[in-house]
């Protein structure tokens, strides 16, 4: 189906009110939609697609085949070129034939609309891309080139007015693709161009600060007009201005795309979130942006990379504050060995997102080794998931980012390690406490004042300074949480099993999932859940197996948590209900739960052989650009692992990266004893750097050897270790090669603790 759009002009949105945002990082209160629609969609079991069969429409036959596993969503990637293949002219035909087979097989399409960055997209006829900061041509198009902007406004609600009264249509998609650098797989490959650059100039600059010399006295300059002021770099002088404006580009397209959106439609509307907290500044995603939007066009947010806790928590904390659904995608990252974990890992944090879940997204159903691997895991709990309800037991606790620096404020707090240092906070005391942004507060949508404590995760502001002022506790480390906020779950272990409960409504019982995350170790201990932390009312209860429906054996103890003892192989889910009432009679009750002091006290890892509690991290890898290759080889007559050099890998670190069994006393100790045999060679050492209370990557004792050509053990001694699995590939300590141009070779390793 063929058919030309007369195009109009979209109003670009400035003024009083881009001043306003910038200089608050914040916008007002936002405003009703301007058209009646739907409701948020709250019960979303989706995957993504690619447009097409490989050139052939999806049948009916695929999406029946979707729709028998619990699946009622298929998002489409839209290929921008060939929906239209010339300024105004639309080809539907295509799309047509996939409503209609969806609507046979009872299944809905959301399109997904690229800008950019997609099979497809952009339209072959859009030409002005922006410019690399080392210039080239970017991925993204220029997006402040106004007959570009327009183009794609005009496509996105062409083909949503076309679609939108098909009962296929499940809703759309306004915001993937790379605008400034919204989702660059590599920060620094666009977000400038000229077009970019006299917009940021003739309308942002004026609007935000009205006057050449109020820009001069905010920041000590000395320009004449505004044309002189740098579209600075990163850490460049002025990048903070550059960065906001950025920023503002960003949800000022978006709202004026989804206000344009629901002029012809009123359906379901989606956002997608992708990245990770600490590449705000570089990706211009900040969460609250699309939150923040989605509140005022009832829409929901889909959180990508939802298999890390850290952002999950973030996103369930946003989704209550802001009245929000959330709905969660798995987006993979690890060898297939570790897909099976990180599947899990994504399944059973789905609670998290509770009372404002909005289902789940499986990325991507390609026929990829993630689809294979991971797509029968999704579908398989997807029934557990679907009967899920009740509310995620938020206590009156939370934990604070400062995101200033992701709008240009260079003295904002720095955004590294955050997300990862917030899952571990959560991993190693699992209680309900909130995650609370200076975004949030901007908007209105949450307030420091409502929580009895608050732990700044990456430095004080001004919001943290008004609470204290205000007589607020504002906490200095993690370990003084216990003392406002109760624990749901105590395990004997960390890094291998995570719990995830459901209260409902009636706080007279919780659904608990667990799932056992860690790829290369199972979990042995117990479970104590605490009837306080889970926001149950006071009285005796007992836990059942939801999956079997038998009471497995626990112990009531005196302060009326219940102990279970839990043995789980790694990627295994679970789920249980925790019920009033003492357990039926006959359940077996452990003569000793929790247990204590259990676990080995020495692990070691081997070149060559399997077991021991420890693993050397991507053995066999590789990858160019990774800093942990290694090359199981025979040195000296021994069997050892080699670590690729800088000219192998293209990077100027080598490591050896190492994991320990959760379940070891090693991992529960402070103070460790390192013993590793390594051929000694001129030149060539090794540092020992492992999770501290301090550092992910803190600096331990450094090993230089005799340089003779022969096998030694060095032995070292870590201490304020707090092992949390924060380093690459997961590992809890690594060997940092002393000269990556050489090999280091490493035999065995063994970390030993006397309790």
Same mark, same amino acid.
């Given at each position: ?412 707090? =720095?955004?590294? !390690?955050?997300?990862? %240092?917030? /899952?571990?906070?959560? #991993?190693? *005391? ?6 609370? $942004? ?30 204290? =002022?205000?007589? !607020?506790?504002?906490? %200095?480390? /993690?370990?003084?949480? #216990?003392? *406002? ?6 395990? $004997? ?14 706080h007279r019982s919780s659904m608990v999932t667990l799932g056992e995350v860690n790829s290369n170790y199972g979990y042995t201990g117990s479970v104590t859940l605490h009837p306080d932390g889970l926001n ?151 540092q020992v750097q492992y999770d501290s209370t301090t550092a992910p990557y803190f600096g331990g004792p450094t090993v230089a050897g005799s340089g003779t050509g022969s096998w030694q053990t060095a032995t ?40």
């Amino acid at each position: 189906m063929l058919r030309s759009v007369r195009r109009g002009v979209i109003p670009l949105i400035c003024g009083l009110a881009a001043s306003v945002f910038v200089a608050q990082y914040a916008t007002a209160d936002p405003a009703p939609a301007t058209k009646a629609h739907a409701g948020p969609v709250s019960d979303y079991w989706a995957s993504q697609f690619q447009f097409d069969n490989n050139g052939t429409p999806w049948s009916t036959a695929d999406f029946a085949a979707i729709k028998a596993k619990g699946i009622d969503r298929a998002e489409l990637n839209m290929p921008w070129s060939k929906l239209e293949p010339s300024r105004g002219t639309f080809d539907f035909s295509e799309m047509d034939t996939e409503l209609a087979n969806a609507k046979a097989a009872g299944v809905k399409l959301v399109p997904i609309f690229w800008q950019s960055g997609w099979r497809g997209s952009p339209a072959t006829f859009e030409t002005d891309h922006e410019v690399t900061s080392t210039g080239a041509t970017g991925v993204a198009l220029a997006w402040w080139d106004q007959t570009e902007q327009n183009d794609y406004f005009a496509y996105v609600t062409a083909t949503v007015a076309h679609i939108t009264h098909n009962p296929a249509y499940g809703g759309s998609f306004m915001d993937y693709g790379h605008l400034d650098a919204q989702w660059l797989d590599n920060p620094g490959e666009g977000g400038w161009a000229p077009a970019d650059i006299a917009y940021f100039h003739s309308s942002w600059l004026p609007a935000t600060y009205k006057t050449v010399a109020a820009f001069n006295a905010k920041y000590n300059t000395t320009y004449t007009s505004f044309d002189q002021v740098p579209a600075a770099l990163p850490g460049a002088a002025l990048d903070g201005v550059y960065q906001a404006f950025r920023q503002w580009s960003v949800q000022d397209t978006y709202d004026r795309l989804t206000a344009a959106v629901r002029e012809v439609s009123n359906g379901p509307l989606f956002y997608y979130f992708g990245g990770h907290i600490s590449n705000a500044p570089q990706l211009g995603n900040l969460p609250d942006i699309f939150f923040n939007l989605a509140r005022k066009y009832h829409a929901t947010v889909v959180e990508d990379a939802a298999n890390s806790a850290g952002l999950s928590l973030l996103f369930g904390s946003l989704g209550r504050a802001y009245h929000v659904p959330v709905a969660q995608e798995w987006t993979v990252f690890g060898t297939d060995d570790q897909i099976p974990a990180e599947a899990v890992n994504w399944l059973s944090m789905y609670p998290m997102t509770l009372p404002t879940g909005g289902g789940e997204d499986f990325f991507i159903h390609d026929g990829t080794s993630k689809d294979v691997i991971g797509y029968p895991i999704y579908t398989s709990w997807l029934p557990v998931l679907q009967k899920i309800s009740g509310s995620y037991p938020t206590q009156p606790v939370a934990v604070y980012i400062d995101y200033s620096t992701a709008r240009g404020n260079d003295g904002g707090g =720095n955004l590294n !390690g955050v997300e990862n %240092s917030i /899952g571990a906070l959560w #991993a190693g *005391y699992q209680a309900g406490f909130s995650v609370v $942004t200076s975004e949030e507060i901007a908007n209105h949508a949450d307030s420091l004042s409502h929580y009895r404590a608050v732990l700044p995760m990456n430095g004080s502001d001004a919001n943290i300074a008004a609470y204290q =002022n205000a007589g !607020g506790t504002v906490l %200095s480390n /993690g370990s003084q949480l #216990a003392s *406002y906020a109760p624990a749901y779950a105590d395990l $004997t272990s960390q890094h291998a099993l995570q719990v995830v409960p459901a209260t409902a409504a009636n706080h007279r019982s919780s659904m608990v999932t667990l799932g056992e995350v860690n790829s290369n170790y199972g979990y042995t201990g117990s479970v104590t859940l605490h009837p306080d932390g889970l926001n149950l009312v006071r009285g005796t209860y007992h836990v059942v197996d939801a999956l079997t429906g038998q009471a497995p054996a626990q112990k009531l103890l005196a302060d009326g948590s219940v102990c279970v003892p839990v043995t789980m192989k790694s990627a295994q889910l679970d789920q249980w209900s925790v019920l009033p009432g003492a357990a039926p009679a006959g359940t077996p009750v452990p003569a000793s739960c929790p247990g204590n002091n259990s676990g080995a006290t020495s692990v070691t890892g081997t070149a060559g052989q399997s077991g021991g509690g420890l693993i050397y991290m991507s053995v066999g890898a590789t990858g160019q650009g990774a800093d942990g290759n290694l090359i199981q080889v025979t040195q000296g007559g021994q069997t050892a692992y080699e670590t690729w050099t800088s000219a192998q890998s293209g990077v100027t670190p080598a490591n050896v990266y190492l994991q320990l069994d959760p379940s070891s006393q090693v991992a529960k100790a402070s103070t460790v004893t390192a013993n590793v045999t390594y051929w000694s060679v001129a030149g060539q050492g090794f540092q020992v750097q492992y999770d501290s209370t301090t550092a992910p990557y803190f600096g331990g004792p450094t090993v230089a050897g005799s340089g003779t050509g022969s096998w030694q053990t060095a032995t070292v001694t870590l201490t304020n270790v707090q092992f949390n699995e924060l380093q690459n590939l997961s590992a809890d300590l690594r060997l940092a090669v002393t000269d990556p141009t050489k090999p280091l070779y490493v035999s065995s390793v063994t970390l030993s603790t006397t309790g």
